[in-house]
């Protein structure tokens, strides 16, 4: 089995957040949910279990940096995995967010190369689908499980040892699920061309996904995976800029709802066509925590004023 070094996927201060987008085209992600939801097929894709794995030793609480022992250099050639400690939590199943720690060894020398996410401080939730990568490494782990995995050295680096606590498993329908707007949420004004003007209150950015139908359409409900053509303005929080808008570009764009950030996802599933959306989304639920991510808009809460103007069934 061949499989991506997490390390490589955990750049950034080990975050792990597979957000990726452009500037001049909608909040684009890689896919964060499958339909299947099935857990038994992250069992499937998962590294098998192997002596090596097993003779590493772990000790410590789930959660807090371990102390890890074995006898190197450790000689093998297939990556490898065991369950060291079974949580008695949530299974994860396909495009559910994971909350971890991790910890990578050198598994030539012993020696700790990074760790991250112990002692309160996760790294950043991560969906765990069906070819995403991390897939590998989780399986359908349990929440407050401790995975040992070992990879053999390839073009991209030597050898490695993997500790990674499942801290935490939220659910794909209940990642940032979207809720009725706070006391402190912007407002939008539309020109007599129909072009929006966010503005943005006094206040602290809330957290989540916080959302204001505006104008309910009468049109088709958009499912997920549909393919939606969008109208939309978006600005950050932090001083109300714009920094995206199809209004400004003069037409729509196009794409599929499970191919956006997740903010932006969920302003999209259940609505009509013809509705009118005002829409916020804390970093997590959107391009990630700053130092999380590379993209120019981590760490940024975003607004966006969306209309819905077509969908096509997926």
Same mark, same amino acid.
């Given at each position: 089995m061949r499989i991506r070094p997490l390390v490589a996927l955990s750049v950034a201060a080990l975050s792990a957040v597979l957000l990726a987008g452009c500037a001049g085209s909608a909040p684009q992600s890689t896919p964060?949910?499958?339909e299947t939801g099935a857990a038994s097929d992250l069992c499937a894709v998962a590294v098998p279990e192997g002596d090596v794995a097993a003779s590493v030793s772990v000790s410590g609480e789930v959660g807090e940096l371990p102390t890890v022992e074995f006898e190197a250099p450790l000689e093998f050639t297939s990556a490898e995995r065991v369950v060291a400690v079974e949580g008695d939590g949530t299974q994860i199943a396909d495009g559910d967010y994971v909350t971890y720690a991790l910890a990578v060894y050198d598994a030539a020398t012993g020696e700790q190369l990074q760790a991250g996410g112990f002692d309160g401080e996760p790294i950043p939730p991560q969906p765990i689908t069906i070819g995403s990568g991390p897939d590998a490494y989780f399986g359908c782990a349990t929440e407050g499980s401790r995975l040992v995995v070992a990879t053999p050295e390839s073009q991209s680096g030597g050898a490695l040892v993997y500790v990674i606590d499942v801290l935490e498993v939220t659910p794909a329908d209940a990642w940032c699920a979207a809720t009725e707007p706070g006391d402190v949420f912007p407002t939008v004004e539309y020109s007599a061309d129909g072009i929006p003007t966010i503005t943005i209150p006094e206040g602290e950015a809330p957290e989540?996904?916080? @959302?204001?139908? @505006?104008?309910?359409?009468?049109?088709?409900?958009?499912?997920?995976?549909?393919?939606?053509?969008?109208?939309?303005?978006?600005?950050?929080?932090?001083?109300?800029?714009?920094?995206?808008?199809?209004?400004?570009?003069?037409e729509p764009a196009q794409f599929s709802t499970t191919g956006v950030v997740a903010g932006f996802q969920r302003a999209l599933e259940?609505?009509?066509?013809?509705?009118?959306? @005002?829409?916020?989304?804390?970093?997590?639920?959107?391009?990630?925590?700053?130092?999380?991510?590379?993209?120019?808009?981590?760490?940024?809460?975003?607004?966006?004023?969306?209309?819905?103007?077509?969908?096509?069934e997926q």
């Open positions: 964060t949910a499958s989540g996904v916080q @959302l204001e139908v @505006l104008e309910e359409g009468d049109g088709a409900t958009v499912e997920p995976g549909d393919t939606v053509t969008v109208n939309y303005t978006g600005v950050k929080w932090s001083d109300g800029s714009v920094f995206d808008s199809s209004y400004e570009r003069g259940g609505q009509t066509v013809g509705s009118k959306i @005002l829409v916020s989304m804390s970093p997590t639920c959107g391009y990630g925590e700053a130092g999380s991510s590379e993209h120019e808009l981590a760490g940024e809460t975003l607004v966006f004023a969306l209309e819905i103007v077509e969908v096509t």
